[in-house]
């Protein structure tokens, strides 16, 4: 079960941070990817962290302001952002798979193992 937290109201400019959580299961083996849904558009792949941590990877929508981290030992997978403008506006999603080598994953993937339900970011003054 992976849970996300974090979301809100935030003005343009701001920089919170999203949690997503794993209970029930470690993980250790799975790339971690985060998603985002605005209204009306497709969701699409905005970042990824190996599961070893030591690869990212971004969309360029999102590139230079949003950073993407895990901790392992607390089964949690972070993404802070930066500078948010409107556009941002989307219910974000993480979510895991195993079908990479721990030392990748692929932002364009959508070969997702477990998903969350969501979290509503709205970016507006």
């Known amino acids: 079960l992976l849970v996300e937290s974090g979301g809100g109201w935030v003005q343009p400019g701001g920089s919170p941070t999203l949690s997503c959580a794993a209970s029930g299961e470690g993980l250790d083996y799975d790339a971690i990817q985060w998603f985002r849904q605005a209204p009306g558009k497709e969701r699409e792949g905005i970042s990824c962290?190996?599961?070893?941590?030591?690869?990212?990877h971004y969309a360029d929508s999102v590139k230079g302001r949003f950073t993407i981290s895990r901790d392992n030992a607390k089964n949690t997978v972070y993404l802070q952002m930066t500078n948010l403008r409107p556009e941002d506006t989307a219910v974000y999603y993480c979510a895991a798979t195993s079908t990479f080598v721990r030392t990748s994953c692929d932002v364009r993937s959508r070969s997702m193992d477990w998903w969350g339900e969501g979290v509503l970011v709205n970016v507006s003054s």
């Open positions: 962290v190996s599961a070893s941590g030591t690869n990212t």
